[in-house]
């Protein structure tokens, strides 16, 4: 019962933030939402959208499954992800899509080292084959490499089919072509903290927020557990998002 009750505290200081003045961001979203971006991330309970982004409600239109997957536009594409992105990209007019991996993904792992099914109907296996095409060129091309090196080359590159698979469905390539719509790729580090932004022109991922110097000493107690909460990033550039403190070694795009 402990992890309801925590929930239940948890909606309660919502409440307090979003519902106790006499106007709230609540009373705009009432009757519709206007959301700017669709965020395609993963299932993983480590990586919430809303919580990395600082959003508010009604920032973002998020769809999340297992690895951030977007299947191809076919008569066979699974109905439940890419009926969310025609909602999103057609009927919200969302200005971008963000495709957000991360570091240590569970469905890539399982992916490049596949084990026997964990139930008989093993709908994780047929979902992750979307990816196989990736997993099979990362195998290939670094196989010189280390696993964990190979680990995160697929969960770049599967941002990157993602991607391209969004290009298949025919709204979606129509408004990128006529400049309404923008992608990106998008990638956390959850070891480092940095988050990374794939560079067309670069062809590779570069930092946009770099990661940050941990402070010295105990852990930060969250409030739920009576503490203080975890104290701000700082003034200046390393508090910043784009910037670091590194100086002109710094690759952040601020």
């Not at 999340?64 to 008569?75: E, H, K």
């Not at 084959?129 to 196989?143: C, F, G, M």
């Amino acid at each position: 019962m402990e992890d309801i009750e925590k929930f239940v505290r948890g909606f309660s200081r919502f409440q307090e933030q979003y519902f106790s003045d006499p106007q709230t961001i609540y009373d705009t979203l009432r009757d519709g939402q206007h959301p700017t971006t669709l965020l395609i991330g993963c299932c993983d309970s480590r990586v919430d959208p809303m919580l990395l982004t600082g959003s508010d409600p009604g920032d973002m239109f998020v769809v999340r499954n297992i690895a951030n997957l977007v299947p191809p536009c076919t008569p066979a594409a699974p109905p439940g992800v890419s009926s969310a992105i025609e909602f999103a990209v057609c009927n919200l007019q969302v200005a971008r899509v963000i495709v957000l991996g991360h570091a240590r993904c569970g469905g890539i792992r399982a992916l490049m080292s596949p084990g026997a099914p964990v139930a008989e109907t093993d709908f994780v296996g047929q979902w992750m084959r979307i990816a196989e095409p990736v997993a099979r060129r990362v195998k290939h091309e670094l196989a010189h490499r280390s696993l964990e090196h190979q680990h995160t080359a697929c969960e770049q590159a599967s941002i990157l089919q993602s991607l391209e698979n969004l290009l298949t469905y025919p709204w979606v390539k129509r408004r990128v072509e006529q400049g309404s719509l923008k992608l990106h790729g998008w990638y956390f580090d959850m070891q480092s903290g940095a988050l990374m932004a794939y560079s067309a022109r670069q062809e590779r991922f570069l930092p946009l927020v770099c990661p940050i110097e941990r402070k010295v000493g105990p852990p930060a107690r969250s409030p739920e557990h009576g503490g203080p909460a975890v104290a701000e990033q700082g003034t200046g550039s390393a508090g910043q998002a784009g910037g670091c403190g590194a100086g002109a070694s710094c690759t952040c795009t601020g």
